[in-house]
């Protein structure tokens, strides 16, 4: 079984910066792409960014887009969701997701992933 854990949400200024975190434990696999949702109060589940696991590939939503950056490091089998010039309106609940390689895969398709971490909040102030 594959497990993920978000860290290092929490209360930020608008204009700061937040580093949030995912480990990935359990048995060992080679997801396709590694993702991060975000859903803030009220409003659909949706794509912030994703990276390939084995790959260059980044993969962002046009509002975080030059703010956020996704990285990864294999060895440590972390995945990374740097977020600078936060707004109040990326305050929301940020998910961790892993996509296994299948016939059809979609980096910004929530449906398509197949394990999910249970979440970190991120709010940041006006």
């Known amino acids: 079984q594959v497990q993920l854990v978000e860290s290092g949400g929490g209360l930020v200024q608008a204009g700061g910066s937040l580093r949030v975190s995912c480990a990935v434990s359990g048995r060992t696999f080679s997801p396709y792409y590694m993702g991060w949702f975000r859903r803030a109060p009220g409003k659909e589940r949706e794509f912030v960014a994703a990276?390939?696991?084995?790959?260059?590939?980044?993969y962002y939503a046009d509002r975080v887009k030059g703010r956020f950056t996704v990285s990864r490091d294999n060895a440590k089998n972390m995945v990374y969701l740097q977020m600078n010039s936060l707004k109040p309106e990326d305050t929301a609940v940020y998910y961790c997701a892993a996509q296994n390689s299948k016939s059809v895969i979609d980096a910004r398709n929530p449906t398509l992933y197949d394990y999910w971490g249970q979440g970190t909040q991120v709010t940041v102030s006006s």
């Open positions: 990276r390939s696991w084995s790959s260059s590939g980044t």
